[in-house]
């Protein structure tokens, strides 16, 4: 059917929001306790977005949290650290709007939700620079969910990431990554209970593979969706929006195709687009983010496309830092859509990076974003780095996880697909044949690692030095947690890539979140938050959680403009 056409069904709403992640659940909700009609339409069948498959961390400094663990936080002390991280081109008024409303967001959903948050001693990435926290407590964790609360519409929520989940179903919380991941005393117990809740979740479990206790992302738009469910929101799935309409410069609403028909949708008070970043566009990464082009190693969802991106431009947006992306590197299962992020691998000791000459290049233990981008731009540079070869020795596979590889469970016990990308040798030289890397050049590699590493020091890149890299090192590892010779054979290595957790630039937006034209004025009734905006941290990435945290916020912020109401 012509999108144009006069003859389609006509649907009336206050505010349309386009994408049902975590930043359009929460901007539908606040519209929605402010006593306004609201449509929230999902392009893909599975609602939930990337925040679904994400930690749904969320950084907010001087929170009420924070302040109850003893954690006195201020928000200029915040904005003077992110401030310093950001790229020039992002307005002071940006990052001022969002460290100032961030905590009132995270009330006001704890106000209005099921949800509760709590915050972390989870130290920020760049903990010493100046209005950096060391000690946490900006990084806030969502408790788990009932997922039963939300009757059939489960079986539609998004499943977690696998690299959140345990073996691919069983969802976990943050606070049980260590008591696994260090097999603390209770942990079998711990993992046998949580197995039988699950198998036991009957009759659910004969239709659906679905874990009901929710966790990390589900949890936070499962609790969204919960609440948007009390208010009788409607959430349309199958449901892209084909173009803004537009009358007069101002955006009254947007062509919509529900499951097959369009649909023009009049949104009265204006339209949010917070349907993610272009991570799946090929096209769009060739043109716009060249230094990640690989659709494939992106962990975000298929989705994401870039289409309100795009229809943004198309009614005359500006944009900006579409260059940037939030990197990460990842590891890869055939077969599978996304990458795997890697986040607690590489600050364990007895491990390290090397590129394809064998060669450590970075600190492995560094936060994700700052070791993806080394890694994209060392293979700009030197085409030697996608992949790289995550090494470890015999200890580490029997102690710790590698991505998709369990400890524990024999290499025969493993997935085929992951055995197909598990490399072993019983020597240094028969791992370097294995992996296609000079035996010479990687034993010297291992060798100087390890003479400093038996001391806890790393003279090359410093592992282990800052606040953060020992975030995810082994406490029982004296005196640096994230160093240990790479020593007892036989020795494995598994291929890592330079990837991303989505894209981060996209249209220009003000500190309300409403969308900026070519004229440099705001497009009336046209807001964007997520990735659909260019974000505020420019391409620094200041804590866990400033992605999803930024998305709530200027979700809360846009709307309370749309509606021009204070609650």
């Given at each position: 059917?012509?999108?144009?056409?006069?003859?389609?069904?006509?649907?009336?709403?206050?505010?349309?929001?386009?994408?049902?992640?975590?930043?359009?659940?929460?901007?539908?909700?606040?519209?929605?306790?402010?006593?306004?009609?609201?449509?929230?339409?999902?392009?893909?069948?599975?609602?939930?977005?990337?925040?679904?498959?994400?930690?749904?961390?969320?950084?907010?400094?001087?929170?009420?949290?924070?302040?109850?663990?003893?954690?006195?936080?201020?928000?200029?002390?915040?904005?003077?650290?992110?401030?310093?991280?950001?790229?020039?081109?992002?307005?002071?008024?940006?990052?001022?709007?969002?460290?100032?409303?961030?905590?009132?967001?995270?009330?006001?959903?704890?106000?209005?939700?099921?949800?509760?948050?709590?915050?972390?001693?989870?130290?920020?990435?760049?903990?010493?620079?100046?209005?950096?926290?060391?000690?946490?407590?900006?990084?806030?964790?969502?408790?788990?969910?009932?997922?039963?609360?939300?009757?059939?519409?489960?079986?539609?929520?998004?499943?977690?990431?696998?690299?959140?989940?345990?073996f691919g179903y069983l969802n976990w919380h943050f606070d049980e990554t260590y008591t696994l991941l260090f097999r603390q005393p209770g942990w079998w117990w711990h993992l046998t209970k949580s197995l039988a809740r699950y198998w036991l979740d009957l009759p659910f479990r004969f239709r659906s593979g679905k874990d009901r206790r929710l966790t990390l992302g589900?949890?936070?738009?499962?609790?969204?969706?919960?609440?948007?469910?009390?208010?009788?929101?409607?959430?349309?799935?199958?449901?892209?929006?084909?173009?803004?309409?537009?009358?007069?410069?101002?955006?009254?609403?947007?062509?919509?195709?529900?499951?097959?028909?369009?649909?023009?949708?009049?949104?009265?008070?204006?339209?949010?687009?917070?349907?993610?970043?272009?991570?799946?566009?090929?096209?769009?990464?060739?043109?716009?983010?060249?230094?990640?082009?690989?659709?494939?190693?992106?962990?975000?969802?298929?989705?994401?496309?870039?289409?309100?991106?795009?229809?943004?431009?198309?009614?005359?947006?500006?944009?900006?830092?579409?260059?940037?992306?939030?990197?990460?590197?990842?590891?890869?299962?055939?077969?599978?859509?996304?990458?795997?992020?890697?986040?607690?691998?590489?600050a364990l000791p007895g491990s390290m990076m090397v590129n394809q000459k064998g060669q450590r290049y970075l600190n492995e233990a560094a936060s994700y974003h700052i070791v993806g981008q080394q890694m994209s731009r060392r293979e700009q540079e030197h085409n030697d780095a996608s992949p790289s070869w995550f090494v470890f020795d015999h200890e580490y596979r029997h102690n710790y996880p590698v991505g998709p590889l369990l400890p524990l469970m024999p290499d025969w016990f493993q997935r085929g697909e992951v055995q197909s990308i598990l490399k072993k040798g019983k020597s240094i030289e028969e791992l370097a044949n294995n992996i296609g890397v000079d035996p010479s050049t990687l034993a010297s590699t291992i060798t100087r690692y390890n003479d400093h590493a038996v001391e806890g020091e790393d003279p090359d890149f410093k592992r282990g030095e800052a606040t953060y890299d020992k975030m995810y090192g082994d406490p029982r590892v004296t005196p640096n947690p994230c160093l240990r010779p790479i020593s007892k054979g036989p020795y494995y290595a598994m291929p890592i890539y330079p990837g991303d957790i989505g894209t981060n630039g996209g249209l220009l937006t003000d500190d309300k979140a409403r969308v900026i034209g070519h004229n440099d004025k705001p497009i009336a009734g046209l807001y964007a938050v997520g990735n659909n905006a260019a974000s505020a941290m420019g391409e620094s990435y200041p804590g866990a959680g400033a992605t999803i945290g930024p998305a709530l916020t200027f979700g809360y912020i846009a709307v309370r403009d749309a509606l021009g109401v204070n609650n």
């Amino acid at each position: 059917m012509d999108v144009t056409s006069d003859k389609m069904e006509e649907y009336n709403v206050d505010l349309l929001v386009v994408g049902s992640g975590a930043g359009g659940l929460l901007s539908a909700l606040v519209a929605a306790e402010n006593n306004a009609e609201v449509l929230v339409i999902e392009k893909e069948s599975l609602w939930g977005g990337t925040s679904a498959t994400s930690g749904a961390g969320i950084w907010i400094p001087a929170s009420d949290q924070a302040r109850e663990a003893g954690f006195n936080d201020n928000v200029d002390v915040a904005f003077q650290y992110v401030r310093a991280l950001s790229k020039d081109n992002v307005p002071d008024a940006n990052i001022r709007s969002y460290v100032s409303n961030a905590s009132n967001m995270l009330r006001w959903m704890g106000e209005h939700t099921d949800i509760e948050y709590c915050a972390f001693p989870y130290p920020d990435y760049h903990a010493e620079n100046p209005g950096g926290s060391p000690t946490g407590y900006r990084t806030h964790m969502p408790l788990p969910m009932d997922g039963r609360k939300l009757g059939k519409d489960i079986e539609t929520l998004r499943y977690a990431s696998p690299a959140a989940s345990l073996f691919g179903y069983l969802n976990w919380h943050f606070d049980e990554t260590y008591t696994l991941l260090f097999r603390q005393p209770g942990w079998w117990w711990h993992l046998t209970k949580s197995l039988a809740r699950y198998w036991l979740d009957l009759p659910f479990r004969f239709r659906s593979g679905k874990d009901r206790r929710l966790t990390l992302g589900n949890a936070l738009v499962g609790g969204l969706r919960i609440a948007l469910n009390r208010k009788n929101v409607p959430v349309w799935l199958d449901s892209p929006m084909n173009k803004l309409i537009e009358e007069d410069g101002k955006i009254i609403g947007a062509i919509v195709t529900k499951q097959g028909q369009n649909v023009r949708v009049h949104a009265r008070k204006g339209v949010i687009l917070a349907a993610g970043g272009f991570d799946k566009d090929t096209k769009m990464r060739e043109q716009y983010a060249p230094l990640y082009r690989n659709t494939l190693y992106s962990g975000g969802t298929s989705g994401n496309t870039g289409d309100s991106i795009k229809a943004g431009m198309g009614v005359g947006a500006k944009t900006m830092n579409m260059q940037s992306a939030w990197a990460a590197p990842v590891f890869y299962v055939p077969g599978e859509d996304r990458g795997r992020l890697c986040t607690i691998e590489r600050a364990l000791p007895g491990s390290m990076m090397v590129n394809q000459k064998g060669q450590r290049y970075l600190n492995e233990a560094a936060s994700y974003h700052i070791v993806g981008q080394q890694m994209s731009r060392r293979e700009q540079e030197h085409n030697d780095a996608s992949p790289s070869w995550f090494v470890f020795d015999h200890e580490y596979r029997h102690n710790y996880p590698v991505g998709p590889l369990l400890p524990l469970m024999p290499d025969w016990f493993q997935r085929g697909e992951v055995q197909s990308i598990l490399k072993k040798g019983k020597s240094i030289e028969e791992l370097a044949n294995n992996i296609g890397v000079d035996p010479s050049t990687l034993a010297s590699t291992i060798t100087r690692y390890n003479d400093h590493a038996v001391e806890g020091e790393d003279p090359d890149f410093k592992r282990g030095e800052a606040t953060y890299d020992k975030m995810y090192g082994d406490p029982r590892v004296t005196p640096n947690p994230c160093l240990r010779p790479i020593s007892k054979g036989p020795y494995y290595a598994m291929p890592i890539y330079p990837g991303d957790i989505g894209t981060n630039g996209g249209l220009l937006t003000d500190d309300k979140a409403r969308v900026i034209g070519h004229n440099d004025k705001p497009i009336a009734g046209l807001y964007a938050v997520g990735n659909n905006a260019a974000s505020a941290m420019g391409e620094s990435y200041p804590g866990a959680g400033a992605t999803i945290g930024p998305a709530l916020t200027f979700g809360y912020i846009a709307v309370r403009d749309a509606l021009g109401v204070n609650n």
